[in-house]
């Protein structure tokens, strides 16, 4: 039995708090973080990337659609990709790309891994 608290394990379920109606804007939620690394769960219910705006990170970005469905549009490409439950897509530092389009219902939830490249 682990008898420090400072290493016990944690755990939870990520479809936990998941709202029924939509939320006004998306929905971070940091499960961990440490030095390079942060794995986060993102909820979207309609939401998409403003017109004329970029995702454009300094961390790869590792994310996997959990449920509902969304499209990415990947700056060079010439369509948006698809995304269904199950769907992951690596996204390397600086690769632009927008969220065009989320489904309301069922939430959409992603859970994205963010990687800072060591120097």
Not at 3 to 24: C, I, M, Q, R, Y
Not at 45 to 57: K, S, V
Not at 104 to 117: C, G, S
Request: proline share 7%; hydrophobic share 35%.
């Amino acid at each position: 039995m682990n008898s420090n608290p400072e290493t016990a394990p944690e755990s939870g379920n990520l479809f936990d708090g998941v709202p029924d109606t939509p939320l006004k804007d998306e929905q971070f939620d940091i499960l961990y973080a440490q030095r390079n690394l942060k794995i986060e769960r993102i909820l979207s219910t309609g939401q998409r990337t403003a017109d004329g705006e970029w995702y454009d990170q300094a961390e790869d970005e590792w994310v996997v659609l959990l449920s509902g469905a969304a499209r990415l549009f990947i700056e060079g490409e010439a369509q948006d990709r698809s995304l269904q439950p199950g769907d992951w897509i690596l996204l390397p530092a600086h690769c632009r790309h927008r969220v065009t389009w989320t489904q309301q219902h069922p939430v959409t939830t992603w859970l994205a891994v963010h990687v800072t490249p060591q120097r």
